[in-house]
């Protein structure tokens, strides 16, 4: 009698992470690698200087699109933002992980 070989399937959902700022206590919850696959498509950690937030904008197909407008105030002038390397939107201090972490899919 054979015997069948089970496997095992790994089911990996997206972690943020929240992150506060040492100098004004800014806090936001970001992936900690700038962006993720989520069930809605792929999620990017992004800074708009217009209205000083980090804010996540979701593209449903996968790829970046051309034109990305802040969720928030509608400005063309957010760019691609990485908690390991980026600085607080408010007062530009040094952001770290505060160790809570929040799962999505």
Known sequence: MQTKKQTK???LMASY???????CGYTVAANPKG???VMMGEVYNYLCPDCKEIVNVVNPHG???EKIVCPECGSEKI?????KTGKCPKCCGDMKATG???CVD
Not at 17 to 23: H, P, T
């Open 35 to 37: 962006k993720d696959m």
């Open 9 to 11: 399937t790994i089911i």
């Open 17 to 23: 992470k929240e992150y506060e700022c040492e100098g």
């Open 79 to 83: 760019e691609e933002w990485n908690p």
């Open 100 to 102: 809570v972490c929040l």
């Open 63 to 65: 790829e970046k699109p």
